[in-house]
């Protein structure tokens, strides 16, 4: 049966979106069916990132209840070689999308929470994905509170940064715990040396107790990555980069704790 995965940070410019991204073409490559939808109605990035054009339905008509998910979803298999299925749902970027989104009340919401949480009906069983990967938006949005209801699994994305230490921590605390959530942490942008084993399982051991839940990986600081800003998708585009090793680890792990 398949997994729904929601990426989610305590702030903004941990490379969530940058993660959900590679992740999902990741466990593409490795063969899986996977549906990678934009849930930062926000900061809607995906679509630039992606480059898709000719869009009949966005991510938030389906959430209107304007039309069905099928008109939403774009096949992107193609850009992947020797590959599974890779397909998006996009939220739509223009202000105008961006401003009806942050309008909506508690009961709109409550909808919204009813049409993803019946994804898992029509793409897991119906359509047979493997994964629903949501990027979602930073912080405590209704939006990113629905997705983390709705999922299996939970990725929080977090930096070094001292104020994202303590909100994540809180976060974990405060919100992951009260759904039950399973939730583990990606330790994003870091610019110490863990190149030797004992150095990664010493900086393992410090993070679990800091989250009190598992380190899922650490990703090193790479300048390249950075000045990508959100072109490149390294799982296809540079498959030997150290970042897209370590993100093939990551999506190993997930597989196989999801099986």
């Given amino acids: 049966m398949g997994k729904i995965i929601a990426v989610h940070s305590y702030k903004g ?3 969530k979106t940058l993660l959900s991204v590679n992740l999902a073409a990741t466990l593409v490559k490795h063969g899986k069916k996977v549906c990678l939808l934009d849930l930062d109605f926000r900061a809607p990035s995906l ?3 992606l480059k898709t054009e000719k869009i009949e339905c966005w991510l ?4 209107n209840s304007v039309c069905e998910i099928d008109k939403v979803l774009i096949d992107l298999s193609d850009r992947i070689q020797n590959s599974g299925k890779f397909v998006v749902g996009l939220a739509n970027p223009s202000t105008e999308a961006i401003r009806d989104m942050s309008a909506k009340d508690r009961k709109w919401e409550m909808r919204a929470l009813g049409r993803l949480l019946a994804l898992r009906d029509s793409l897991l069983n119906n359509k047979g994905f493997d994964y629903l990967i949501f990027d979602t938006s930073p ?12 999922a299996d699994l939970v990725l929080v994305a977090t930096t070094f940064d001292r104020s994202d230490v303590d909100g994540t921590k809180r976060m974990l ?3 992951y715990d009260l759904f039950e959530k399973k939730t583990e942490v990606i330790l994003n942008k870091v610019l110490h040396d863990f190149s030797s084993k004992a150095g990664k399982e010493e900086m393992q ?5 800091i989250y009190q839940v598992p380190l899922l990986g650490i990703i090193p600081c790479f300048c390249d990555v950075l000045k990508g800003e959100g072109n490149i998708i390294f799982a296809q585009d540079k498959p030997e980069h150290p970042f897209a090793k370590i993100l093939d680890e990551i999506a190993n792990r997930i597989d196989k704790n999801t099986l």
């Avoid at 938030?60 to 959430?63: A, G, Q, V």
């Avoid at 912080?139 to 709705?150: E, H």
Wanted: proline letters at 0%; charged letters at 15%.
């Fill in 139 to 150: 912080g405590l949005q209704y939006s990113s509170i629905n997705a983390i209801v709705s």
């Fill in 13 to 15: 410019g941990t490379g």
């Fill in 205 to 209: 051991t410090a993070m679990k107790d």
């Fill in 173 to 175: 605390r405060e919100l």
């Fill in 47 to 49: 679509a630039t990132i």
């Fill in 60 to 63: 938030n008509d389906y959430l």
